[in-house]
C-alpha cells in the first residue's frame, strides 16, 4: 500500500506564497503521474495540477501563472509552490498518485488558509 504524506499548509495573507509537499512511501518512477487537487469549502474536490513520470506538467487554468509543480526523484517527494495566493485557493490540498491499471493514491491532506 502506498503513502502519501502532504504537508506545508497553513495560514498566509493574500498575495503571499506557500509550498505544498507530498513525500511518497514508494519511488515516484512507479508512478505514471502525482498531482494535486483543491477542495474548498462546501465543494467538490477540484484538480490543479499534475506532473508525470516523464516530467511533463499540466495545470488548472486558474493557477496557471501561478502555481508550480515540481518533483524530487531522489527524495520520492512532489511539490506545489504557490504564489500569488487567493482568498479563493483556501482549501484542503490533497496529493495523489497514479499507477497503471487505473490505481490511484491519496493523501490525507493539507489545509491552507488565505486571509484577504
Known amino acids: 500500500q502506498v503513502q502519501l504524506v502532504e504537508s506545508g499548509g497553513g495560514l498566509v495573507q493574500a498575495g503571499g506564497s506557500l509550498r505544498l509537499s507530498c513525500a511518497a512511501s514508494?519511488?515516484?518512477?512507479?508512478?505514471?503521474?502525482m498531482g494535486w487537487y483543491h477542495q474548498a469549502p462546501g465543494k467538490q474536490r477540484e484538480w490543479v495540477a499534475s506532473?508525470?513520470?516523464?516530467?511533463?506538467?499540466n495545470y488548472a487554468d486558474s493557477v496557471k501563472g501561478r502555481f508550480t509543480i515540481s518533483r524530487d526523484n531522489a527524495k520520492n517527494t512532489v511539490y506545489l509552490q504557490m504564489n500569488t495566493l487567493k482568498p479563493e485557493d483556501t482549501g484542503v490540498y490533497y496529493c495523489?498518485?497514479?499507477?497503471?491499471?487505473?490505481?490511484?493514491?491519496w493523501g490525507q491532506g493539507t489545509q491552507v488558509t488565505v486571509s484577504s
Open positions: 495523489y498518485s497514479n499507477r497503471n491499471g487505473g490505481l490511484r493514491y
Open positions: 514508494a519511488s515516484i518512477f512507479s508512478f505514471n503521474a
Open positions: 506532473i508525470t513520470s516523464g516530467g511533463s506538467t
